[in-house]
């Protein structure tokens, strides 16, 4: 009787361990797969928000800085004395070419003039270039070894409405 019990007993117990190894076993490691791979999801997951959150606060500051340099366009009302200084100015570099000017019913002042040069010079004269928020169109195109630009500013006259 003590043989029959050891033997079911060895019986059952082989048959635990086979059922642990064969399939509690890879139970468990597919469970633990699967949660290091939703660890790895929540980790990229926070990722993407951190750099949402930054995309959100640039966008949000681009904003705002676009909305002040609207606001500085607008209220830079320019008398004609100013507008020939600057005109007179703009003539004295030399990379600067061809201005033409119009005024529209709006009551603006549109400059275009054409930029020749190396690109240092086109770069250092609009570093220095005054009013230059009020710029609506810059176009730059590479000419061998010089450069060609075109730029539009657009000002609003002071006493055109008079």
């Known amino acids: 009787m003590n043989r029959k019990l050891g033997i079911i007993l ?5 048959l635990a361990t086979g059922y642990y190894f064969l399939i509690y076993n890879k ?4 469970k633990g ?3 290091v791979k939703l660890s790895q999801e929540i ?3 926070e990722d993407n928000k951190e750099k949402l959150l930054t995309l959100e606060k640039l966008k949000l500051k681009n904003k705002k800085l676009e909305k002040k340099l609207k606001e500085q366009s607008t209220t830079d009302f320019l008398s004609s004395d100013r507008i020939n200084d600057f005109i007179i100015n703009l003539n004295a570099y030399q990379v600067v070419e061809d201005i033409k000017f119009n005024s ?3 009551n ?3 400059l275009t003039f054409a930029l020749k040069g190396q690109f240092e010079e086109i770069y250092d004269f609009l570093a220095e270039l005054k009013y230059s928020h009020n710029t609506q169109e810059l176009t730059i195109t590479n000419k061998g070894k010089e450069l060609k630009a075109s730029l539009t500013l657009i000002f609003p006259i002071e006493g055109a409405d008079e």
């Not at 060895?10 to 082989?14: G, M, N």
């Not at 139970?27 to 597919?30: A, G, I, N, P, Y």
């Open 33 to 35: 797969q699967a949660v």
């Open 10 to 14: 060895l019986i059952i117990i082989l």
């Open 43 to 45: 980790n990229r997951l």
């Open 27 to 30: 139970l468990e490691s597919k």
């Open 104 to 106: 529209n019913p709006t």
């Open 108 to 110: 603006n002042l549109k």
